[in-house]
């Protein structure tokens, strides 16, 4: 079950329609899990997502991102392959066949950069592939679009 809207945020957007306008409430709404066993390369994240208001959720393998995801529904995963404990390929078939997660966008963000492993990480369900090092505005570029309502 997915946690109520704050009662402060309903009733100000109700009574200021600016906030409607452009992406002020998609920024606040937004939460993205990064799934990584690096410390530096979460917080890189963390830094670059917190900066255009995405809210962050840490993992540091694929089975503490199942208890997570169990508990939290992000808007977006972006996880890394190669973990202990459960790697990002587990992980992505994981959650791609959980009815109650399977529609959450799958970003691989990984140094594996042999075009197999782009397709293997697609063939497991990834929304899309990124390669590190990445380049921030790519990956912001990329989040933003899978953070987009399927029309």
């Not at 199942?66 to 995963?77: A, C, F, G, I, T």
């Amino acid at each position: 079950m997915l946690p109520p809207w704050p009662i402060g945020l309903l009733n100000e957007t109700l009574h200021n329609p600016d906030l409607l306008s452009g992406n002020s409430i998609l920024k606040v709404m937004r939460t993205v899990l990064i799934v990584d066993d690096s410390q530096t390369l979460r917080q890189m994240l963390l830094d670059l997502l917190q900066s255009d208001g995405i809210e962050v959720l840490q993992a540091t393998n694929g089975l503490e991102a199942k208890e997570k995801l169990e508990l939290n529904r992000p808007d977006l995963v972006i996880t890394d392959l190669i973990m202990p404990q459960m790697n990002g390929y587990e992980l992505c078939r994981w959650i791609k066949s959980e009815p109650r997660t399977q529609s959450i966008p799958v970003l691989i963000c990984t140094t594996k950069s042999e075009e197999f492993d782009r397709y293997w990480g697609m063939k497991q369900g990834a929304d899309a592939y990124i390669t590190k090092p990445f380049h921030p505005k790519e990956m912001l570029k990329t989040v933003k679009q899978l953070l987009q309502p399927v029309a």
